[in-house]
């Protein structure tokens, strides 16, 4: 508590001497709230356990995550039965490759080739299965009920099943697939592993995480077998640019076949529940905020009436869609981490701070969010605050930044774009009448969107944030979906 350097740095005596109400808070869900909340009372860098430290400095948070002195820490790694993947390596020299090899595959070029898939699972089928709901109502309703946080879930599923396994997986058509439960169990386990490490020790519990990886791996491996079967037929997806890479370039080592297990898998786990949960946060704060939900709809018809918006179109002639996509990573990050990282030998200087090597230094994403050294106004949701070329759009760091920022970022916004610009184009969306929300719904925030309405002055442009409860593991998710993810769909007259 007292002899070390880290003495200095402020913070509550009890975080200095344990960590277990930094780990009560991990496992309640509430981590970046808590860490809000210390950052609030002790400035932008807190001591948040003995070995810990949390900043939400933007300009602290970017010399931190910008350069590979500060290695991924221990809580980083996986089952010794998985190779490390690029998410998972603490090493620098593997980290630089594995980029290499795939971040190609997550270019825009590359991007545009599998565009179409992305358009079949999160616009075509998705129109579809609304238009078959629509058949089975009565005719007197023209309206249906969706819980869009499970239907968001679905269609990014199908999505990484084409790009990442080239496999048609149908969990939108059938509601359902197997990948669903075992997917959750994974995330789950690795959390509570994660959160408290020496249970990784009880071989029981170490035997039940490791099942449904090793069934995830079994399913991996059939797929690329498969593809190589097909090889006729090279397919422009990621499980394609996976089996390429250093076929044709001197620079890059191809993969072998554990590496491919492993990094597909990371698709499945980093692409699914971060974009469908970011699309449903998008959707529940233009639910919540209709003079928003209804700018963003007559801009997106005005522009496009009829054919399918693609991600180019929204790109070129869409930025409020953009900004309001941007506004909701920022005030409810998908993935709001505290990404850790190893300060270095010889320690490093933060602020008025020296951090001793082996610190933990903690970005936390929520709280450079919600700083106002970074952006005006943080807790009201503004989504022009991004239609302007100021500092505040460097500030986003929903993907991280630096040298191990997320390589699905592109991935995941031209699914979010053209998913959620397709949907406003096709159908009127609005609260069910009788949906029992918790959140503080104010009467406008009721108004029926797709009708022209005068909106208060005040209003217009920003918005507020909804109350749903939610709690993150890894992901931050709606805990009842079911009761506060629903939106009335109708066709526009
Ligand atoms: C809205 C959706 C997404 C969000 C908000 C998001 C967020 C993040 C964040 C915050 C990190 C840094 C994590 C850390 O350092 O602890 C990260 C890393 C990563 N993400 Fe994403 N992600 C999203 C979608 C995706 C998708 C679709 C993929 C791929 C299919 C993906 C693949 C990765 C990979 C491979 C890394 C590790 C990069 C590295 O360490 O070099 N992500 N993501």
Redesign the pocket.
């Known amino acids: 508590r007292w002899v070390t350097p880290l003495s200095e740095v402020p913070g509550a005596f009890l975080h200095s001497i344990t960590s277990i109400p930094m780990r009560y808070h991990m496992l309640r869900g509430q981590l970046p709230e808590f860490i809000q909340k210390l950052h609030e009372k002790y400035g932008p860098i807190v001591r948040i356990s003995p070995q810990r430290v949390s900043i939400c400095d933007i300009s602290n948070v970017k010399q931190v995550l910008g350069s590979h002195a500060f290695v991924k820490a221990p809580s980083y790694d996986i089952p010794g039965i998985l190779e490390p993947n ?2 998972s390596t603490r090493s620098p020299e593997l ?1 630089i490759e594995r ?1 290499k090899q795939l971040g190609p595959g997550f270019s825009h070029k590359h991007l545009n080739s599998m565009e179409r898939n992305i358009l079949k699972h999160g616009v075509v089928n998705l129109q579809q299965k609304i238009d078959e709901l629509f058949k089975k109502t009565s005719h007197d309703t023209d309206a249906v009920v969706v819980q869009y946080h499970k239907w968001f879930s679905l269609i990014a599923l199908d999505t ?1 099943g084409a790009l990442g396994f080239g496999q048609n997986f149908c969990a939108l058509q059938n509601e359902h697939h197997e990948l669903i439960p075992v997917l959750t169990r994974i995330r789950i386990f690795n959390y509570i592993t994660m959160t408290l490490p020496w249970l990784k020790s009880l071989p029981r519990l170490l035997g039940r995480r490791l099942k449904p990886l090793a069934a995830l791996m079994t399913f991996s491996a059939a797929a690329i077998d498969q593809r190589r079967k097909d090889n006729g037929h090279p397919k422009a997806d990621l499980l394609q640019m996976m089996l390429d890479s250093g076929r044709n370039d001197d620079h890059r080592e191809p993969l072998n076949d554990p590496q491919m297990v492993s990094e597909t898998i ?2 499945l786990i ?2 699914v529940d ?2 469908s949960v ?1 699309m449903t946060w998008t959707l529940s704060l233009l639910l919540h905020n209709p003079h928003i939900l209804h700018r963003l709809t007559m801009d997106i018809r005005q522009e496009f009436p009829t054919r399918i918006i693609t991600f180019e179109d929204c790109r070129q002639r869409l930025p409020y869609l953009s900004a309001v996509i941007n506004e909701s ?1 920022r005030i409810l ?3 709001p ?1 505290i ?1 850790p990282r190893i300060a270095p030998t010889g320690g490093v200087r933060l602020g008025n701070y020296l951090l001793p090597a082996g610190t933990w230094i903690c970005s936390s ?1 929520h709280s450079v969010h919600m700083n106002p050294a970074a952006f005006s106004s943080p807790t009201t949701f503004n989504p022009d605050r991004f239609m302007c070329q100021n500092q505040e759009r460097h500030n986003l760091i ?3 930044t630096g040298v ?1 920022a ?4 592109n ?2 916004l031209v699914e979010m774009h053209v998913v959620l610009a397709n949907l406003l184009r096709n159908y009127n969306l609005r609260f069910p009448a009788d949906q029992n929300t918790n959140s503080s719904i104010s009467s406008v925030s009721k108004m029926d969107s797709s009708t022209t309405v005068e909106f208060d002055d005040k209003l217009r442009g920003a918005g507020m944030v909804p109350d749903i409860p939610r709690r993150t593991w890894m992901t931050m998710n709606p805990i009842k979906p079911e009761r506060d993810c629903l939106v009335l769909v109708s066709r526009p007259e």
């Open positions: 690029t998410f980290s980029r990484i990371l698709h980093a692409g971060t974009t970011a990573l990050s998908p993935a981490s990404l994403v929903a993907f991280a191990r997320c390589l699905g970022r991935l995941a």
